[in-house]
């Protein structure tokens, strides 16, 4: 994947993300400003609730007398509760005006008594206190109410940015993880292409190579199997003759397979994917091979299910890759064995195939090399480029083989595919 490709996925990820913690940071500014008004009004609030309480203590403590000096104390104690109220108003008008009704009632019923005591009318004055305890009464209750109301919806406001800052966490962890993921998963991509591009120009390199040696090598193959074929004749009663020219024969025939692997593995043929019903193209397969399974007493146990499992495939490239496992199977079970074959679809709708034997198995230190080239364990039975072939043609298919197995226990080969629409 290059770089415009990237970009055309990972920038539209990249403007999200920006608008998204944009929007979140705008949200968080208003959240947090609202706080500070809240908290702002419960202080203030606070502080006309002192003031005026000191107020009211001056008032029932007798500090306002007949003494002007006195009056003007109060006054004093009135601007504060002034000074508050005019601050409360710039933000919440109603209630800043409720109260400071009430308090303009409390002060204004303050200075006609305190009219009445200047004018010596003192068991008048102190007649109509309480009314002025009433009036301070409902003040205290407006302002108690509104603390309490303004209590609560800061402990709201705490609770929506504490609730705010738990989701931006949790998107803000989602996108990292969702654009490392991203950038890893790119990089993986990239290496897989870098993979696929090294192996397809070795794959290439081998092709050349390959046909240059198949070449020089049948030439010299194709003169001895004449000269075999002509020293039959000359020869045709002397047996020690007959049996060195069978030697020579299945060396040539086995030298010949060897070239034909080679070249089927170094060549990149073009796979034509159609959807098939995988059971059919195993039927065929266990055709081919009818012959070598019933001489070796091999019983063949399929596990199909009776309705079609399709995968789109290479009929014939597929077919090839039954046929070697299947080989595989029979030269592990020289006296005799069971071949288990099963088809099913996985919890994600995959195709499996499970090709199960009862031969001698595979060693854990040879295990891990059943797909390299040339390797093989069965004597000369097999060139060691068929499951080499296998793998390359499963995974072209999108697919994986992996082999269990150990020794003296059977081994078991495990196909998995994408299923097709059948």
Not at 147 to 170: D, G, Q, Y
Not at 242 to 256: F, K, P, Q, S, W
Not at 312 to 338: E, H, W, Y
Request: charged share 25%.
């Amino acid at each position: 994947m290059n770089f415009s490709e990237k970009t055309k996925i990972t920038l539209p990820i990249l403007l999200i993300a920006i608008f998204v913690f944009s929007s979140f940071g705008w949200i968080f500014y208003f959240h947090n400003y609202q706080l500070k008004q809240i908290t702002r009004t419960v202080y203030l609030l606070n502080t006309i609730d002192r003031d005026i309480k000191e107020f009211n203590m001056a008032v029932q403590s007798g500090i306002l007398t007949l003494d002007n000096k006195y009056v003007i104390h109060a006054d004093k104690h009135s601007l504060s509760v002034f000074d508050s109220l005019s601050t409360l108003r710039k933000s919440h008008s109603l209630e800043a005006e409720r109260i400071k009704r009430k308090y303009m009632e409390y002060y204004s019923k303050l200075v006609s008594i305190n009219s009445l005591f200047l004018e010596k009318r003192i068991a008048e004055g102190r007649k109509r206190l309480g009314e002025l305890e009433l009036i301070y009464s409902e003040i205290n209750d407006e302002i108690s109410k509104a603390i309490a109301m303004h209590t609560l919806e800061h402990e709201r406001a705490v609770k929506n940015i504490n609730i705010f800052m738990a989701v931006t966490s949790f998107v803000f962890i989602v996108m990292v993880s969702l654009i490392i993921a991203l950038f890893m998963h790119y990089s993986k991509k990239r290496k897989q292409a870098e993979k696929a591009m090294i192996e397809s120009e070795k794959m290439a390199s081998l092709g050349v190579l390959a046909a240059g040696i198949a070449h020089e090598i049948r030439n010299p193959l194709t003169i001895i199997s004449l000269g075999i074929e002509h020293l039959k004749q000359m020869f045709a009663g002397d047996k020690d003759v007959l049996y060195l020219t069978g030697n020579i024969h299945n060396a040539v025939e086995r030298a010949d397979k060897i070239i034909k692997g080679l070249l089927d593995y170094s060549q990149q043929s073009a796979f034509r994917f159609e959807d098939f019903d995988v059971s059919l193209i195993i039927e065929e397969s266990l055709q081919i091979l009818d012959e070598q399974i019933k001489n070796r007493n091999i019983s063949v146990v399929k596990q199909f299910s009776p309705l079609p499992l399709h995968l789109k495939c290479d009929r014939d490239k597929m077919r090839q890759v039954f046929v070697s496992i299947m080989l595989n199977a029979i030269n592990a079970m020289p006296d005799g064995g069971t071949l288990s074959i099963k088809l099913e679809r996985d919890e994600r709708a995959a195709m499996r195939i499970i090709f199960a034997d009862t031969g001698k198995g595979i060693s854990e230190k040879e295990i891990h090399r059943v797909f390299d080239p040339f390797f093989s364990d069965s004597q000369g039975a097999s060139t060691g480029l068929g499951l080499s072939i296998a793998k390359g043609i499963v995974e072209r298919h999108g697919g994986k083989i992996i082999i269990e197995s150990r020794r003296g226990k059977g081994t078991d080969v495990i196909i998995t595919c994408p299923a097709g629409k059948g």
